[in-house]
């Protein structure tokens, strides 16, 4: 089993910055992608970045390229999502996810966090 655990969620202005991170402890060694996937009220859940387990293959969302980035620091198996330049419309839950497919849809995902909120007002 994989347990992860999100944090770094809040409130900001737009054109903040805020950086989530994602701790994941278990069985690890049997993931090999993890993924920061959104969800807004009333909306499905959307893929916004993808990473492999060592960091050598990413992939980031059309609508967050440039100002979001995907890490994964693999020595304590914490994977992070730095986003600046925050809009409103990236107000959404954001979950951590773990799964051995570098997949956008969320059910290929087996393991899941809890979610931490973002909301981006002035």
């Known amino acids: 089993q994989v347990r992860l655990v999100e944090s770094g969620g809040g409130s900001v202005q737009p054109g903040g910055s805020l950086r989530l991170s994602c701790k994941a402890s278990g069985y690890v060694g049997s993931i090999t992608y993890f993924g920061w996937f959104r969800q807004a009220p009333q909306k499905g859940r959307e893929a916004v970045a993808l990473?492999?387990?060592?960091?050598?293959?990413?992939w980031h969302a059309t609508s967050v390229e440039g100002r979001f980035t995907i890490s994964v620091h693999s020595a304590d198996d914490t994977v992070y999502l730095q986003m600046t330049m925050l809009k409103p419309e990236d107000t959404a839950m954001y979950f951590c996810?773990?799964?051995?497919?570098?997949?956008?849809?969320?059910?290929?995902?087996?393991?899941w966090g809890q979610g931490t909120q973002v909301t981006v007002s002035s």
């Open positions: 990473t492999s387990d060592l960091g050598g293959h990413v």
């Open positions: 996810a773990a799964g051995r497919r570098f997949s956008i849809n969320p059910e290929d995902f087996t393991h």
